[in-house]
């Protein structure tokens, strides 16, 4: 590796370790984009990031679990699906030609972008109310979380999650990303979870999913170790810088960063997948 290959990796990984921590996402929609600059190959890019997801949704992790912003039960539920899934996708992914992975990656960014869009407002709650009638449900569950000051209070049905966990972590093994890029919109959109509990606990789901996945990659040849060690560097530092800011922004930046940041990354993979 030459000077100037590692210095661009780490600057790759630190910022993509940063989104990471800050937004409760992979970072696959961020880092596989930059990759493809450097001049790695759309596979290695898929697998080496997924290497990396794995690493620093570890690191990230640990800022998330002192600020009691992941719930364990939401956690557990989605894990199990989304592992089996990864390693089968991430079979077929090696399949495809690079120009047609470049396009599917830019869709799925898209429609990730779209869903993202129907994200409601997230509110911190003052007093809990009494829930729901649906909560009486056996698979519907009654969840409080309190991050920092601010209370939130939610409903968690299990049936939504495992269908999640098992669609984003078919997704994760094929793009080689982490999975939260489609988990939190999913987890906000869907089972109405706080915007805040997202973010620690997306990184929580995919910790397991995305070793398996790697694993998978690395066995198929699709992983660039030495690329790999780089961007775990300095990306265990940046997942825990963001990790830390996430607490001192408004949930709307929150949104709008994400946003520009998917926007951004379906843009340049279109582009490259039409033009190679």
């Given at each position: 590796?030459?000077?100037?290959?590692?210095?661009?990796?780490?600057?790759?990984?630190?910022?993509?370790?940063?989104?990471?921590?800050?937004?409760?996402?992979?970072?696959?929609?961020?880092?596989?984009?930059?990759?493809t600059?450097m001049?790695?190959p759309?596979?290695?890019?898929?697998?080496?990031?997924?290497?990396?997801v794995?690493?620093?949704?570890?690191?990230?992790?640990?800022?998330?679990?002192?600020?009691?912003?992941?719930?364990?039960?939401?956690?557990?539920?989605?894990?199990?699906?989304?592992?089996?899934?990864?390693?089968?996708?991430?079979?077929?992914?090696?399949?495809?030609?690079?120009?047609?992975?470049?396009?599917?990656?830019?869709?799925?960014?898209?429609?990730?972008?779209?869903?993202?869009?129907?994200?409601?407002?997230?509110?911190?709650l003052?007093?809990?109310?009494?829930p729901?009638?649906l909560?009486?449900?056996?698979?519907v569950?009654?969840?409080?979380?309190?991050i920092?000051?601010?209370?939130?209070?939610?409903?968690?049905?299990l049936?939504k999650?495992?269908?999640?966990?098992a669609?984003t972590?078919?997704?994760?093994g094929?793009?080689?990303?982490?999975g939260?890029?489609?988990?939190?919109?999913?987890?906000?959109?869907v089972?109405?979870?706080?915007l805040?509990?997202t973010?620690?606990?997306?990184?929580?789901?995919?910790?397991?999913?995305?070793i398996?996945?790697?694993?998978?990659?690395?066995?198929?040849?699709?992983?660039?170790?030495?690329?790999?060690?780089?961007?775990?560097?300095?990306?265990m530092?940046?997942?825990?810088?963001?990790?830390?800011?996430?607490?001192?922004?408004?949930?709307?930046?929150?949104?709008?960063l994400?946003?520009?940041?998917?926007?951004?990354?379906?843009?340049?993979?279109?582009?490259?997948?039409?033009?190679?």
């Amino acid at each position: 590796m030459t000077l100037l290959t590692l210095t661009e990796s780490l600057v790759v990984g630190g910022a993509t370790g940063f989104f990471s921590g800050l937004l409760g996402v992979g970072g696959g929609f961020i880092m596989i984009p930059l990759l493809t600059v450097m001049g790695v190959p759309i596979h290695t890019a898929v697998g080496t990031c997924l290497a990396f997801v794995a690493c620093a949704s570890l690191a990230g992790i640990i800022q998330h679990v002192r600020q009691g912003s992941i719930d364990p039960i939401i956690a557990l539920t989605m894990t199990l699906p989304a592992a089996l899934m990864a390693s089968v996708a991430a079979r077929f992914s090696s399949l495809l030609p690079p120009q047609m992975l470049h396009v599917l990656f830019s869709l799925l960014l898209v429609g990730i972008m779209v869903l993202y869009c129907f994200a409601p407002a997230v509110r911190p709650l003052k007093t809990l109310p009494d829930p729901p009638a649906l909560a009486s449900r056996w698979y519907v569950l009654h969840r409080q979380r309190i991050i920092g000051d601010m209370p939130y209070q939610y409903d968690f049905d299990l049936m939504k999650a495992i269908l999640g966990g098992a669609v984003t972590g078919m997704l994760s093994g094929f793009f080689g990303i982490g999975g939260g890029v489609l988990l939190v919109p999913l987890i906000v959109v869907v089972l109405h979870v706080p915007l805040r509990v997202t973010a620690g606990t997306s990184l929580a789901v995919f910790i397991l999913p995305s070793i398996i996945g790697s694993f998978t990659h690395w066995r198929l040849g699709n992983v660039d170790v030495n690329l790999w060690l780089s961007l775990v560097a300095a990306g265990m530092v940046g997942s825990q810088v963001g990790a830390r800011c996430v607490v001192h922004m408004p949930p709307t930046m929150l949104k709008r960063l994400f946003l520009l940041l998917v926007s951004a990354g379906a843009l340049f993979m279109m582009v490259k997948g039409l033009t190679e």
